[in-house]
C-alpha cells in the first residue's frame, strides 16, 4: 500500500532525534509537511540537515514540552508555518531516574509526570482548539510496552506510560467523530534515551526477544504513518504494541 500525506500537517514533539524524527522523516517521505520541536535548537538544526530533502515542507520550533505556554506557542506556529495542523504526534519523553519506585524524589517524579504525561494533554488541547475540533484530525501518543505491567528499574516511567495509554482511549471516546486518538507502545528501541537498557547487554536481550533483535527508530516509525493516515480511517482508541513480539513471552513453565 502507498501511504501518502499529501495537503497533510504534521507537528511531532521530540523530533529531532530516534522514534519522533523518524517519523517526522516518514510522513515528509509521503508528502506531507511538518514540524519538530525540542528543547535544543542545535540538535533540531541537525535533524533539519537530514532532512534537506524535502525542503520547505520540514521547519522546526524550540519549545519545552512540559509547559503548556510552550504547547500552546508551538502549535500557533505550526499554524502560521503551515496553515493548519491535522496530525498531532506527541513522542517527547523522559526517564531521569531508575531505581525502585519508592525512592524517586518529588522533583523528577514531576518532571517525568510533566513530560511524559502532562504533555499529551497540553499539545492535544492546542491542536483541539488550533482547528482539529473543526476539520478533525488525527493523534497519536508514543507509550511503552512497560505501561502494560510491571519492570524494575523504571517503574515510575512505566507507570507515566501507562497514564498515557488511558489517556488515549479517554481523548479517543472524548474527542470523536472529529479526531482520532491512538497509541504505539514500543518495546526496546535502539534510541539515545533507553541506550542504557541496552548499550552494554544489546545481545544478550535480543535472545529474549522473538524476532532476535532490538527496535529500530523506523521499524516503530513505520506503523506511526499508517496510523496517522487515512489507511487507518476506522481505528480510534487502540493501543497497538510493537517490539518484536516481546509480550508474548510466556510467563510460566512447562511441565
Not at 518532571?111 to 492546542?126: C, D, I, P, Q, Y
Not at 505501561?147 to 512505566?158: K, V
Not at 544478550?204 to 529500530?216: F, T
Not at 487507518?232 to 513453565?253: A, E, F, K
Amino acid at each position: 500500500m502507498d501511504i501518502r500525506m499529501d495537503d497533510k500537517v504534521a507537528l511531532v514533539t521530540g523530533g529531532s532525534r530516534g522514534i519522533g524524527l523518524a517519523i517526522a522523516a516518514r510522513i515528509a517521505e509521503a508528502g506531507g509537511r511538518v514540524m519538530i520541536s525540542s528543547r535544543s535548537e542545535d540538535n533540531l538544526r541537525e535533524a533539519l540537515a537530514s532532512l534537506h530533502d524535502h525542503g520547505d515542507r520540514v521547519a522546526y520550533c524550540v519549545a519545552h514540552v512540559g509547559r503548556s505556554e510552550d504547547a500552546a506557542r508551538l502549535v500557533e506556529q505550526t499554524v502560521t508555518t503551515f496553515g493548519r495542523v491535522d496530525v498531532l504526534v506527541n513522542n517527547a519523553a523522559t526517564n531521569p531516574y531508575f531505581g525502585p519506585t519508592v525512592d524517586i524524589d518529588d522533583e523528577r517524579m514531576r518532571k517525568t509526570f510533566e513530560t511524559n504525561v502532562g504533555s499529551v494533554l497540553t499539545h492535544s488541547r492546542a491542536v483541539w482548539h488550533a482547528g482539529m475540533k473543526d476539520h478533525g484530525g488525527v493523534i497519536l501518543n508514543i507509550a511503552s510496552i512497560g505501561g502494560l505491567g510491571p519492570e524494575p528499574g523504571i517503574g515510575w516511567y512505566n507507570v507515566t506510560k501507562a497514564a498515557v495509554i488511558h489517556l488515549t482511549r479517554q481523548l479517543s471516546w472524548e474527542l470523536a467523530p472529529q479526531v482520532r486518538v491512538n497509541a504505539l507502545a514500543p518495546g526496546l528501541v535502539r534510541t539515545e534515551l533507553a541506550r542504557g537498557l541496552w548499550e552494554n547487554n544489546e545481545d544478550a536481550i535480543a535472545q529474549h526477544i522473538p524476532l532476535r533483535r532490538l527496535g529500530e527508530p523506523d521499524d516503530i516509525a513505520t506503523v506511526a504513518l499508517s496510523l496517522v493516515s487515512d489507511a487507518t480511517s476506522w481505528v480510534t482508541g487502540q493501543t497497538i504494541v510493537v517490539d518484536g513480539g516481546t509480550v508474548t513471552q510466556p510467563t510460566g513453565g512447562v511441565d
